[in-house]
């Protein structure tokens, strides 16, 4: 196993300071939950959160992965250490409007699993909305009841001052009054049909994604918005700072397929970056219409004939959609895990290929910005990386290679 000093995320490589808060917006199931990565001031020493937001995500993932629940101190033990390199709550860098990025896990993960991408797509000059999805495909989600009934909406939330202290910081510290409700992982019942399923919670994480853009919507227009957890950044301090003409949407895996089925449904999305997208959900109605820009960037040992036969049926309606796949890598090195997992970990759980994890997260980041740039008409330099697009380059290629 690596050292365990070598586990760990890395700092990103971008002009900006990254901070890091969460919003949730209407504590009720129906409201939005979401992590926001964004250019920050530039602070001394500052909190940075724990990767695992709460230990109710490990008995998440053990559940969602079929383990027994004596594996969930164990997994807290070898995940729970770990902290996000952001400034949780750092100040808003209120200088500039910044594009925006709305983000979709996949299935089984939650908001933060997705850090190492979301923070340095962040650090070039982006806010990204990274969302968790209610729809029961979260390893584990919560959203709040009022003692009330939630007849009456709750006390106003206090704001953080953005001032910093040592030490990692676990999150979710709710306001008075809220009961706190968690929701698992909706599984497959025994001879039950997976399409129908994972069309419906499709549909509602595309409109989850539609809900907080019109959440970040409403606070850039100033509108007063109450999150449900203390002490967190205030929402004000965007106000006029998000670009509403430059937004797209990001997903792996199921949030791949969402992104697909969210630039088609919604024209606020101007392209969609879908990593190593689950294609299933998708129906065939769907994969016959134009959806707008998309850029499919895959694994080589995830994808089937089928997810290829769709993405190749939707590329012949609209050139603008690419399609690389990263040679050496698979599903998980699209995830934070593959920087965190040791050897070990690595063999049990297939979170690593061949290819050095950090060298095909490079990839992925360079890519997608030179995607956005182009879609996005960004005042950036992100061109330079134009080649990756078009599947030029070291470990990629421009279409799959042949399936074993």
């Avoid at 909406?153 to 953080?160: G, H, L, S, V, Y």
């Avoid at 759980?349 to 095909?360: M, N, R, S, V």
Wanted: negative net charge.
């Amino acid at each position: 196993m690596g050292a365990v000093f070598s586990l760990k995320l890395p700092t990103a490589k971008g002009p900006f300071p990254v901070g890091c808060t969460d919003f949730m917006i209407d504590h009720t199931k129906e409201g939005s939950f979401c992590r926001l990565y964004y250019p920050s001031e530039a602070v001394g020493q500052s909190r940075q959160p724990l990767w695992i937001p709460r230990y109710e995500y490990c008995g998440g993932l053990v559940n969602y992965l079929n383990r027994s629940r004596w594996s969930v101190p164990l997994l807290n033990l070898a995940f729970g250490y770990h902290t996000v390199p952001v400034g949780w709550n750092a100040p808003f860098r209120a200088e500039e409007k910044y594009p925006l990025i709305i983000f979709s896990h996949g299935l089984g993960a939650f908001r933060s699993v997705y850090s190492a991408i979301c923070l340095e797509i962040a650090s070039h000059g982006f806010v990204v909305a990274a969302v968790e999805h209610r729809d029961e495909s979260a390893a584990c989600t919560c959203y709040y009841r009022s003692a009330a009934g939630d007849v009456e909406q709750p006390p106003e939330a206090t704001c953080e001052d953005g001032s910093s202290s040592a030490g990692p910081i676990s999150t979710q510290a709710a306001q008075p009054g809220l009961k706190e409700v968690w929701l698992p992982v909706r599984k497959l019942e025994t001879g039950e049909e997976e399409f129908p399923l994972r069309n419906k919670q499709l549909r509602q994480r595309v409109k989850e994604c539609g809900q907080v853009l019109n959440l970040l919507t409403d606070i850039n227009q100033g509108k007063p918005i109450n999150n449900a957890f203390l002490g967190n950044l205030c929402p004000s301090v965007l106000k006029d700072c998000l670009d509403l003409q430059r937004v797209a949407v990001m997903g792996h895996s199921f949030g791949g397929s969402t992104s697909v089925q969210a630039v088609a449904e919604d024209k606020r999305f101007r392209c969609a970056v879908a990593l190593d997208s689950w294609m299933l959900p998708l129906s065939e109605e769907m994969c016959s219409k134009n959806p707008g820009p998309v850029f499919f960037i895959n694994s080589e040992k995830f994808q089937t004939e089928d997810a290829f036969r769709k993405m190749k049926k939707l590329q012949s309606l609209n050139d603008k959609i690419k399609i690389i796949t990263i040679l050496g890598s698979v599903h998980q090195s699209m995830t934070d895990f593959t920087l965190l997992t040791g050897d070990l970990l690595s063999l049990a759980f297939e979170t690593k290929g061949t290819i050095d994890p950090l060298e095909g997260l490079e990839i992925i980041q360079k890519a997608s910005l030179a995607f956005l740039q182009r879609h996005l008409d960004l005042p950036k330099d992100f061109n330079q990386w134009d080649a990756l697009v078009e599947g030029k380059g070291d470990h990629i290629v421009s279409w799959p290679p042949p399936l074993t």
